[in-house]
């Protein structure tokens, strides 16, 4: 078990741009997260995967934000024409619906700057 | 709405007892979560609580009463390293193969001083 990892770890990157991040959760899981989580607030949600379905996608996220898990294991998000308040703390979490507690484990995230 | 509120910071002595509460309102309610978070770093899971009373894990305790809609975390002989944010998350609902997020508090800056 390597736990969830997360790439890159920082991304800087001028407003406008698209970013791409990646996360591989645990093999065994079959549910990832997505959340972004700014200084003194708790995580955010943004998307769930169950396997390869995006199940659920936050109403506050706008059309610039897309995911995908296509083989069920790691997933993508991608921010389109990245804008300054995008800045945040972008983690991935993985849980297994197998579990009885379903006890979602976060990896180190990806901290985006937008100049 | 749903709602979770925790205090925005505590601060405790190294060696003492510190109790994090909690209390929350949602719709519905399967399962409680705290995490800790340390500066820079990600949310590592610390307990779960769905029935109510008192899990113990080593110097960690987690209690829940759902009829109150409170809990807490209780951390024992306190060591610096325990610095950290402490978040509470409640899961609102579990309805077969759909999973509704887990709601989150803001956390709870602990600052342990010497």
């Known amino acids: 078990d390597t736990g969830v990892s997360q790439n890159p770890r920082h991304k800087i990157t001028k407003r406008g741009q698209n970013v791409t991040f990646r996360c591989d959760p645990i093999?065994?899981?079959?549910?990832l997260y997505w959340y972004r989580q700014t200084l003194g607030q708790g995580p955010e949600f943004l998307t769930y995967?169950?396997?390869?379905?995006?199940?659920?996608k936050s109403r506050l996220l706008s059309d610039r934000f897309s995911a995908e898990r296509p083989k069920g294991s790691f997933s993508t998000l991608e921010i389109q024409r990245t804008e300054q308040g995008d800045s945040a703390m972008y983690l991935c979490?993985?849980?297994?619906?197998?579990?009885?507690?379903?006890?979602?484990?976060f990896g180190p995230g990806t901290r985006l700057t937008v100049l | 709405g749903q709602n979770i509120d925790q205090p925005t910071e505590m601060t405790a002595t190294e060696g003492a007892i510190v109790q994090i509460n909690c209390t929350y309102q949602?719709?519905?309610?399967?399962?409680l979560f705290w995490y800790q978070q340390h500066a820079g770093e990600a949310p590592t899971f610390l307990s779960y609580?769905?029935l109510d009373g008192l899990e113990e894990k080593g110097r960690f305790s987690s209690f829940l009463s759902r009829s109150k809609g409170y809990s807490y975390l209780l951390l024992k002989e306190l060591q610096m390293k325990d610095s950290a944010s402490y978040l509470c998350?409640?899961?609102?609902?579990?309805?077969?193969?759909?999973?509704?997020?887990?709601?989150w508090g803001a956390g709870t800056k602990l600052i342990i001083k010497p």
């Open positions: 093999s065994e899981h079959n549910r």
């Open positions: 995967f169950q396997n390869e379905a995006q199940l659920e």
């Open positions: 979490a993985s849980s297994s619906s197998g579990q009885p507690t379903d006890t979602q484990y």
């Open positions: 609580n769905v």
């Open positions: 949602t719709s519905g309610f399967n399962g």
């Open positions: 998350a409640v899961r609102p609902l579990l309805f077969m193969d759909s999973n509704y997020q887990l709601i």
